[in-house]
């Protein structure tokens, strides 16, 4: 069964204390995978498409990373800003054109 | 660009009673996502059109779900009758080449159903 894992569900940073987060999949066949922001009350919000490993992508303090088995986002200096929930999604080959989302990670960064 | 919209933005309505919400895609977007999201699911693909015509319904819940694009500017996901489960928040979305490409939401539809 296509899966899609986030961790860990909740993280808590002080501003500037560098993390990452981390997506990991088990599907039959990875198109490409999704990274989305969602503020509270407000829909999903794209940031960044890979779709190949080794594959890296950056966006002011955010960087994605992606191997076979996960990906990873990297929060560098995080600011209170930056809090939000970070939903990972895999794209699926063998005939279900769909997203699969996982749950999300909440990240709150206090000051 | 005014995004995708999505009508109404909260509702909250008795058991049994049915249910109408509305999305506005992105002006040239060809597809058309509803989502829904709850605490205990996440987001979940409920039904995507392709110009107007669904493609894929498997994630509608059950018989009392039902939805319609009757142009490439509208579309409405219908709940009757509704029950106090099917709470949640609910997305539309479009896209222009299908849901391997940016997909962008509305803000969503707050349900409430009592």
């Known amino acids: 069964e296509d899966q899609v894992t986030q961790s860990p569900e909740a993280l808590r940073l002080q501003e500037g204390e560098s993390s990452s987060l981390n997506c990991s999949y088990t599907?039959?066949?990875?198109?490409?995978l999704f990274w989305y922001r969602q503020d509270p009350g407000k829909g999903p919000e794209f940031l960044f498409t890979?779709?190949?490993a080794g594959e890296e992508k950056e966006k002011e303090r955010l960087k994605a990373t992606l191997t076979k088995k996960e990906s990873f986002l990297h929060i560098t200096a995080p600011k209170p800003e930056d809090s939000a929930t970070y939903l990972c999604?895999?794209?699926?080959?063998?005939?279900?054109?769909?997203?699969?989302f996982g749950a999300g990670t909440r990240l709150a960064v206090h000051p | 660009d005014a995004g995708v919209i999505q009508s109404p933005r909260h509702e909250v309505t008795e058991m049994g009673q049915e249910v109408t919400l509305r999305c506005k895609p992105i002006?040239?977007?060809?597809?058309l996502f509803w989502y829904r999201q709850t605490m205990m699911r996440g987001l979940e693909l409920l039904i995507y059109?392709?110009?107007?015509?669904?493609?894929?319904d498997s994630g509608m819940p059950e018989d009392r779900f039902s939805a319609k694009m009757p142009n490439a500017s509208f579309s409405t996901l219908k709940i009757q009758p509704s029950e106090p489960r099917d709470s949640a928040v609910y997305f539309c979305?479009?896209?222009?080449?299908?849901?391997?490409?940016?997909?962008?939401f509305g803000e969503g539809s707050w349900l409430t159903v009592v």
């Open positions: 979305a479009s896209s222009l080449s299908g849901p391997g490409n940016t997909i962008y």
């Open positions: 599907v039959s066949g990875l198109r490409g």
């Open positions: 890979l779709y190949s």
């Open positions: 999604a895999v794209h699926i080959s063998g005939g279900y054109n769909k997203l699969i």
């Open positions: 002006s040239g977007h060809d597809y």
């Open positions: 059109f392709n110009n107007n015509v669904p493609i894929d």
